[in-house]
């Protein structure tokens, strides 16, 4: 497992791991024209982790509380407690 001193800061503020920026620990964001639609350098104590989620060509309707409380149901983001996993990260975007 990766520690916090395998992330570098850059001069504006923002962290580097393997060759890409953050924004900071625990910070989801966009991944363009990637296999995955969101990245975020996980972070626990002194370990670190890259977590990529999500699928880049389906459209997210969270709006629709129909759908937000079936995907909740679906990927039982009441238990979803560990920052390492993908499902944390998509249950909270949800």
């Known amino acids: 497992m990766a520690t916090i001193r395998d992330a570098k800061r850059t001069k504006g503020g923002r962290l580097t791991y393997r060759g890409e920026s ?7 964001s966009r991944t363009p024209g990637a296999k995955k ?4 350098l996980a972070k626990k ?16 309707k969270k ?7 079936n ?4 990927h ?7 920052n ?4 944390y990260w ?3 975007n949800w």
Request: hydrophobic share 30%; proline share 6%.
């Open 76 to 82: 039982s983001c009441d238990t979803a407690k560990d």
């Open 37 to 40: 639609k969101f990245k975020v």
């Open 71 to 74: 995907f909740r149901a679906r």
């Open 63 to 69: 709006s629709n509380p129909g759908r937000r409380k």
């Open 90 to 92: 998509s249950c909270k």
């Open 22 to 28: 953050f924004a900071g620990f625990n910070k989801p």
């Open 84 to 87: 390492f996993t993908a499902r």
């Open 45 to 60: 104590g002194d370990q670190i982790k890259l977590i990529r989620y999500g699928d880049p060509n389906m459209t997210i």
